[in-house]
Nanobody, 125 residues
Framework: VQLQASGGGLVQTGGSLRLSCAVS????????MGWYRQASGKEREFVAA???????????ESVKGRSTISRDNAENAKNTVYLQMNSLKPEDSAIYYC????????????????WGQGTLVTVSS
């Protein structure tokens, strides 16, 4: 099973992007899904997460109010999770990673959960 992130790119300050993360392979055993980001020279930072049903959402302080996480669990949607980011700032530039929890006990993915490759977001000033 793999997580495939996409949707990154170059955008101007104030612009928007929608990141996607699709699950390839089995989806059984995956629960919460979320996003982290890591800018060059900085530590990885929590961005957003949602529970299995999408009814609970969590946001990092740096993106709260500007971003929305959602997911589509329909069979043909590959349990895709989306991160809509608006009013982007240069400090939002980073590699964005998606992750999924391997336990139903918590919604926010951690170090020992399933991680995908990153997608690069660059916000120009």
């Amino acid at each position: 099973v793999q997580l495939q992130a996409s949707g990154g790119g170059l955008v101007q300050t104030g612009g928007s992007l929608r990141l996607s993360c699709a699950v390839s392979g089995r989806t059984f055993g995956l629960y919460g899904m979320g996003w982290y980001r890591q800018a060059s020279g900085k530590e990885r930072e929590f961005v957003a997460a949602t529970n299995w049903s999408g009814t609970s959402t969590y946001y990092g302080e740096s993106v709260k109010g500007r971003s929305t996480i959602s997911r589509d669990n329909a069979e043909n949607a590959k349990n895709t999770v989306y991160l809509q980011m608006n009013s982007l700032k240069p400090e939002d530039s980073a590699i964005y990673y998606c992750a999924a929890t391997l336990s139903r006990e918590y919604d926010v993915p951690g170090e020992n959960d399933l991680w995908g490759q990153g997608t690069l977001v660059t916000v120009s000033s």
